[in-house]
């Protein structure tokens, strides 16, 4: 796997992804984007995964958003194309069968709130600072972040960050629910591996499950309660529900394969 701007490392059952561009905060760029979606892909791909881990190299920025310097002269054509682009390749780890848990070990502004957004569970370390700036430049947020901030602060909150371009801090995202936990510097990824963890001693199936239900809550057109009903019952035909059920009644810890 050639990847110009992020690291990829498999440590276990866990996917290291690390966007590697420090001297420009981790910036996303177009190149940037190519290597996401391939580690996004080969985390999916990849049997013995079970989850992954976003953060950023250095120890000041998780992703200070996107490249300006890229888009600045784009036409009105241009940037409705890298906003498509942009969400389709985020709406990937949304909709992976596989829990992306980001470990936010700085700024995460622009396009790197929205990354983080997309992930299942967000982690966040006490520096770490939250904003969607994008109105200062004369443009909205265009990877969805005023669709998936709404989702998780609410309505009200929202829309005021995203109009003021205000910065947070992480114990104010704690208090907004936009982050699920706060670590001390440095502990974002232990603390996101030990969520994993918990999560890999679960059904695989039920877990996949379990993010299609919740989408489709979100998902326009869709029933999630129909999708709920639905997921339950194929879950009865899995070898996890067979394992899953026995060692409850052999009051055992159950060693779930998968399938």
Same mark, same amino acid.
């Given at each position: 796997m050639e990847l110009e701007n992020i690291l990829y490392?498999?440590?276990?059952?866990?996917?290291?992804?690390?966007?590697?561009?420090?001297?420009?905060?981790?910036?996303?760029?177009?190149?940037?984007?190519? /290597?996401?979606?391939?580690?996004?892909?080969?985390?999916?791909? /990849?049997?013995?995964?079970?989850?992954?881990?976003?953060?950023?190299?250095?120890e000041k920025s998780f992703i200070a958003g996107a490249d300006i310097k890229e888009f600045a002269a784009f036409s009105v054509a241009e940037g409705e194309a890298l906003s498509r682009n942009g969400m389709r390749i985020f709406a990937k780890i949304e909709q992976s069968l596989k829990p992306f848990v980001a470990a936010i070990n700085g700024f995460a502004l622009g396009g790197g709130l929205e990354l983080a957004m997309s992930c299942?569970?967000?982690?966040?370390?006490?520096?770490?600072?939250?904003?969607?700036?994008?109105?200062?430049?004369?443009?909205?947020?265009?990877?969805?972040?005023?669709?998936?901030?709404?989702?998780?602060?609410?309505?009200?909150?929202?829309i005021e960050l995203l109009m003021s371009a205000e910065m947070i801090d992480a114990e104010q995202a704690f208090n907004y629910r936009l982050v699920n936990y706060i670590t001390e510097s440095g502990q974002s990824v232990a603390k996101a591996e030990e969520v994993l963890s918990k999560i890999a001693k679960q059904s695989p199936m039920a877990v996949a499950a379990v993010i299609r239900c919740v989408n489709d809550?979100?998902?326009?057109?869709? /029933?999630?309660?129909?999708?709920?009903?639905?997921?339950?019952?194929?879950?009865?035909?899995?070898? /996890?529900?067979?394992?899953?059920?026995?060692?409850?009644?052999?009051?055992?810890?159950?060693?779930?394969?998968?399938?």
């Open positions: 490392e498999v440590k276990g059952a866990v996917a290291h992804i690390t966007i590697n561009r420090p001297k420009q905060m981790n910036a996303l760029n177009k190149a940037t984007f190519v /290597d996401l979606e391939t580690v996004i892909d080969a985390v999916n791909a /990849d049997s013995n995964v079970r989850g992954a881990i976003i953060t950023g190299s250095g299942h569970v967000r982690v966040a370390e006490t520096h770490a600072k939250f904003g969607q700036p994008e109105v200062g430049l004369g443009v909205t947020p265009g990877y969805a972040g005023t669709q998936r901030l709404t989702q998780l602060v609410g309505k009200g909150k929202a809550y979100y998902a326009t057109g869709i /029933d999630g309660f129909n999708t709920e009903a639905v997921e339950f019952g194929k879950c009865f035909g899995t070898e /996890d529900f067979k394992e899953g059920t026995t060692a409850f009644m052999e009051r055992r810890k159950a060693e779930f394969p998968g399938r």
